[in-house]
T-cell receptor, first 112, second 113 residues
Framework: GEDVEQSLFLSVREGDSSVINCTYTDSSSTYLYWYKQEPGAGLQLLTYIFSNMDMKQDQRLTVLLNKKDKHLSLRIADTQTGDSAIYFCAERLKGSSYKLIFGSGTRLLVRP | KAGVTQTPRYLIKTRGQQVTLSCSPISGHRSVSWYQQTPGQGLQFLFEYFSETQRNKGNFPGRFSGRQFSNSRSEMNVSTLELGDSALYLC????????????FGPGTRLTVT
């Protein structure tokens, strides 16, 4: 079935690394995404990974995919106060569905 | 390049009324998707259009409809508004037919009283 789960809240100190986790249930996922939403704003596409990849790095962001466990993580290095936001994991299923299935979001709070 | 724009940004309507929301995709993008975001249900897919054709529809009642114009701009309409339709409505655009990278607009905040 279609289900994406995330923990609700994460608090880290400025300068530390943050790791946001996500699990999904549908093994036919093709692409997995991370979006960021700041208060009063839309969703910002941060990065995405194709399901045949294990890892993708983009500047301070590292995405790890464990397809066997259906686990996706986003690591933010040197976390800044500007990284405080809600982070959504999303999956896109095989086939021409075109829709993204989102998790409920993880609120990241960066303490100075 | 300008991002996805949505109008209006805020809207207050009364139960029973209808509403039309507009979305202008990034220049050159031909796929437009709509999502509803509420605190209780999170982000839910409404529908997706490509080249004026609806390719996929989410599990929403028939009161929710949409269309796409030849210039790729899209509108969604909600008739006979209910209190539960209060939400942030987000539009996303993608370049090609496969719509891998979806870029979102700022959303329209609809409040139904």
């Amino acid at each position: 079935g279609e289900d994406v789960e995330q923990s609700l809240f994460l608090s880290v100190r400025e300068g530390d690394s943050s790791v946001i986790n996500c699990t999904y249930t549908d093994s036919s996922s093709t692409y997995l995404y991370w979006y960021k939403q700041e208060p009063g704003a839309g969703l910002q596409l941060l990065t995405y990974i194709f399901s045949n990849m294990d890892m993708k790095q983009d500047q301070r962001l590292t995405v790890l995919l464990n397809k066997k466990d259906k686990h996706l993580s986003l690591r933010i290095a040197d976390t800044q106060t500007g990284d405080s936001a809600i982070y959504f994991c999303a999956e896109r299923l095989k086939g021409s569905s075109y829709k993204l299935i989102f998790g409920s979001g993880t609120r990241l709070l960066v303490r100075p | 390049k300008a991002g996805v724009t949505q109008t209006p940004r805020y809207l207050i309507k009364t139960r029973g009324q209808q509403v039309t929301l507009s979305c202008s995709p990034i220049s050159g993008h031909r796929s437009v998707s709509w999502y509803q975001q509420t605190p209780g249900q999170g982000l839910q897919f409404l529908f997706e259009y490509f080249s004026e054709t609806q390719r996929n529809k989410g599990n929403f009642p028939g009161r929710f409809s949409g269309r796409q114009f030849s210039n790729s701009r899209s509108e969604m309409n909600v008739s006979t508004l209910e209190l539960g339709d209060s939400a942030l409505y987000l539009c996303a655009s993608s370049y090609g037919a496969e719509a891998y990278e979806q870029y979102f607009g700022p959303g329209t905040r609809l409040t139904v009283t």
